[in-house]
């Protein structure tokens, strides 16, 4: 009765204080871009030369952060402003809600009240979470209470005193259609550009983005590479590397320029962290490549090389990871071969799903090594397996999934009976994908099925 009494308190106050509200869809409430935002930094984009794309990357703010820091230090450090330390609690409420904003507009503090627009949101992807669809009451306060405070800090009453902060995250929102509102990209871009004169950091890269894939605008490389250059020089690591790459392979219509685009590499890897090793990638990748080898800029140095890679491998970037578990395995240069420690790191990729590190892993399996690795195999045919169920992995990483598969059953390795029928299958898969072995295997398989009959 007690439960069905505050309910209904809860339904009318919100009568009250929102008469003109829209009912919210509770999918809509809370984009995945900020649906975890205390847990997980909110996303971005960073141009992948060895893949083609654009991926999202994390940073939480335009301020550096240490990743050891706990979820209320990061709160507390980037928006508390005096010696007093304000947690805001998760309102539970309707009232509390309503409490809580009276408390921040006495305040008068910016920083508070976008602290406070974070907890309202992240409060809503919790009541999400709990699945309540009886009675939506306090979400539907949570999200528009946000809307508020969001808004009036991020475009303020005439368009001064504005918060860049909340104009990215307001940005955001409009981008993907998140907190209740409407998708608009032209909106976002505006926002975007309008934190970037306020010197904030992850929008200025943002619109580098938005002008250079044409979202929210027009498609404008000179803009894009002015916003991806002020950005850069503001020590913004997924810029530095973006600028590292136009340079070296001349895209956005830019001259290619080695020199400058390895001082950039250089500037991004001296900033690396789990989020951002790339940088350090590359530039181990070009001495064993040996791409730039005739270029002055860059100086042989196979051991800082290996260095570069063992840092990003410990950052958790699966190429660099792949890349040591093929150094330690041929040995070449300044590795020497090592099966304990090419294992390790085919293990720790292969573990996170890259296919290459599992095929790999399957071949040691199927040899074994004396002392490391046992042979074995069933465990080669189930990492092949592993590799083959891939979803993000190349198409020829693939296409060699696919035919290892097809010889263990073709074989008889790892499963307990021999099937030409289903290793056709895997072979017609590879050959689909350009793997000459298996359209090779199909012909003999054809041949065999239908001998020819000498007269």
Known sequence: MLTSLQEEAERLSLEEDYPNRTIIDPSEIINTELRDKLHTPSSQWYFDEYSGLYRQNASLS???????????????SIFTTNDEEENWPTPTSV?????????ANSM?????????????????????????????????????????????????AVGHNTDGDAQFLLANCYGVGGLGLTLNRERAFSLYIHASKQNHVESTYRAGVCYEIGIGTTKDYARAIVYYRKAANLSHVESMYKMAVILLRGYCGQLINTREAITWLQRAAALANSQNPHALYVLA????????ADDPAMISDPSYALELLHQSAQLDHLPSQVKLGELYETGGGPVEPDDAISIYWYTKAAERGNADAALALSSWYLTGSVGILPQSDREAYLWAIKAASS???DRW?????????????DRGIGISHTSAEDAKIWFKRSAALGHKGAVEMISKQDALSCPTVSK
């Open 285 to 292: 990748m070009f001495q064993f490549t040996e791409e730039f």
């Open 391 to 393: 979803q993000l992995a």
């Open 397 to 409: 990483t693939i296409a060699k999934a696919y035919f290892l598969v097809g010889m263990y059953v």
């Open 95 to 103: 009232e509390q809600v309503h409490s809580l904003r009276k408390k």
């Open 108 to 156: 008068r503090d910016r920083r508070k009240n976008l602290d406070l627009c974070r907890t309202l949101m992240d409060a809503a992807c919790q009541e999400l979470r709990k699945k309540k669809k009886q009675d939506l009451v306090l979400d539907e306060v949570l999200v528009l209470e946000a809307q508020k405070i969001l808004k009036k800090l991020a475009i303020g």
């Open 62 to 76: 335009h301020q550096k952060l240490d990743d050891n820091q706990s979820v209320c230090s990061r709160k507390r």
